[in-house]
């Protein structure tokens, strides 16, 4: 691991174990004889990192960590990439709430994108977040304005 590396990796620790910047400096003193982590080498630097485990730092272990998931989401998936699409799911979801889906949720869009587009388009994305074609974009918000007007969802 390089230099720059354990010194991220010790900020992350000391954020962890919730010390502050005067903590970590006498932690470095301690631990190395050395306040600057700039002027550490990556063995002195290592010696720090296992100083911050010995106080209860475990690296690259975060209880519910999935790549891709901002912190706090819950296990949520990102938002769509586009502000377009995320309408598409807002209006999913209203439906939804409303009480007028079958199978709401993610799964319950792709599925109604694939039966009610695939015939007119020739085909469709496996997932809605892959819909790029802002024709094809504009049926599907059309579609579900008019489902949402059918079932008294105001949008």
């Known amino acids: 691991m390089t230099a720059r590396a354990l010194q991220r990796l010790i900020h992350v620790g000391c954020r962890e174990l919730g010390l502050d910047a005067d903590t970590r400096r006498d932690l470095q003193l301690v631990a190395t004889g050395k ?64 009480g007028a889906l079958k199978k709401p949720g993610r799964d319950g869009l792709n599925a109604f994108l694939r039966t009610r587009f695939e015939g007119k388009w020739g085909s469709v994305p496996i997932d809605i977040d892959a819909l790029r074609d802002a024709g094809q974009i504009n049926d599907l918000t059309r579609a579900l304005k008019d489902m949402c007007r059918r079932a008294g969802v105001d949008t």
């Open 35 to 98: 306040a600057s982590m700039a002027e550490m080498s990556e063995a002195e630097l290592a010696k720090l990192l296992e100083a911050l485990k010995a106080k209860g730092f475990k690296p690259g272990f975060k209880p519910g960590f999935k790549p891709g998931v901002k912190p706090g989401a819950k296990g949520r998936r990102p938002a769509a990439p586009r502000p377009d699409l995320r309408y598409i799911h807002v209006l999913w979801g209203l439906l939804g709430k409303a």
